[in-house]
């Protein structure tokens, strides 16, 4: 989020934000009111951290000015209330078509994105590369997981948090997507075995071909 960087950091990401059209290091020193030495030094390390990117140039009397903007990581900086609209899509499905449909249909969902996920790169040689791609997917989402072994030598993924956390505790059925994109990315049953949203320190998967416990 925006306040987990800097503060002259934030000001540029704010200033790029108003200025969609794109600002120079110009620009920014009088607005700012700091060095263009200065300015450039923050703008190589958002650049380096894609933040900001170049977006264009501005002719001038001399050789033209490059213009900065906004990259995706950048935008995605500020703050938005996606977890607002997810709960409010919930709970008017929820209400519409009640638990056992809701579950159907996030099933569904979780299914349909994987099979999407599995077109678009090479199929994994075996369930313990699936299980490591899948992974893969989970960081890039937000999760703090990684692939472990259990104590029956099964292969399994742990998380220490959930991104849907909040949204899971109100509305269970969302886990439902994610075991089901689990099952069907890797070709196995998922067996979840601890739930922080049902009390748990972790949230557990073990891919199996045979499951005692929980499943999709």
């Known amino acids: ?22 600002v120079t290091i110009d620009d920014l020193a009088q607005t700012l009111k700091i060095s263009r030495n ?17 977006v264009g140039a501005r002719p001038s009397k001399g050789r033209p000015e490059l213009l900065y903007g906004l990259a995706a990581k950048g935008k995605e900086a500020f703050p938005r ?4 609209f997810a709960e409010l899509l919930m709970t008017t499905l929820f ?7 809701l579950n159907a249909k996030t099933t569904a969902m979780g299914e349909s994105v994987a099979k999407d996920l ?14 490591k791609e899948l992974n893969k997917l989970m960081l890039e989402l937000g999760y703090s997981s990684k692939v472990k072994v259990g104590d029956d030598g099964e292969l399994l993924i742990e998380a220490n948090n959930c991104v849907f956390h909040e949204l899971a505790a109100k509305h269970p059925e969302v886990c439902q997507f994610d075991l089901a994109l689990m099952s069907t990315f890797t070709k196995a049953q998922v067996c979840h075995e601890e739930c922080m949203v049902r009390g748990g320190k972790v949230c557990r998967f073990k891919f199996t071909y045979s499951c005692s416990g929980p499943i999709t």
């Open 1 to 22: 989020m925006l306040d987990s960087y800097g503060v002259r950091q934030q000001d540029i990401l704010k200033f790029m934000l108003e200025n969609k059209d794109g």
């Open 38 to 54: 200065a300015v450039r030094q923050h703008l190589a390390v958002m650049e380096r951290d894609a933040l900001i990117t170049q």
């Open 81 to 84: 209330r996606y977890s607002w």
């Open 95 to 101: 209400r519409e078509v009640g638990s056992e449909n």
């Open 118 to 131: 599995l077109e678009r790169r090479r199929p994994p040689d075996s369930m313990a590369e699936a299980i």
